[in-house]
Nanobody, 115 residues
C-alpha cells in the first residue's frame, strides 16, 4: 500500500513556473514507477510525465521541453518542475505510483495558469 500526497499547485501567470511535489509513504518507494497526470474540466485524465524505478523518463508531447519529472528515493518523493506554463496547462494534477497490478493515486493539486 502506498499513500501519495501532492503539493505545490497554485495560480501562476502564463510563462511562469511551478514545482509540484509528491510525498509517498507506506511502502518501498524506490521500486515503484511514478507518474504525473492531469485532468482539465470536461476532459479525460491524461498522462503528463513518467519516471521509472530506474530513472528513465517520458513526457507527453504537449509538455516536452517545458516540464521535468524527477524523483528522490531517499526522500520518498517525486517532483514535476513546470516551466513556461500556458493557460492550457490548467488542470488538477495527480501523482501516480504503479508496479505490476498495484496502482495508487494522490488526491490531486490544482494548477491554474492565467493569460
Amino acid at each position: 500500500q502506498v499513500q501519495l500526497v501532492e503539493s505545490g499547485g497554485g495560480l501562476v501567470q502564463a510563462g511562469g513556473s511551478l514545482r509540484l511535489s509528491c510525498a509517498a509513504s507506506g511502502s518501498i518507494f524506490s521500486i515503484y514507477n511514478m507518474g504525473w497526470y492531469r485532468q482539465a474540466p470536461g476532459k479525460q485524465r491524461e498522462l503528463v510525465a513518467t519516471i521509472t524505478s530506474g530513472g528513465n523518463t517520458d513526457y507527453a508531447d504537449s509538455v516536452k521541453g517545458r516540464f521535468t519529472i524527477s524523483r528522490d528515493n531517499a526522500k520518498n518523493a517525486a517532483y514535476l518542475q513546470m516551466n513556461s506554463l500556458k493557460p492550457e496547462d490548467t488542470a488538477v494534477y495527480y501523482c501516480n505510483a504503479h508496479r505490476w497490478t498495484h496502482n495508487y493515486w494522490g488526491q490531486g493539486t490544482q494548477v491554474t495558469v492565467s493569460s
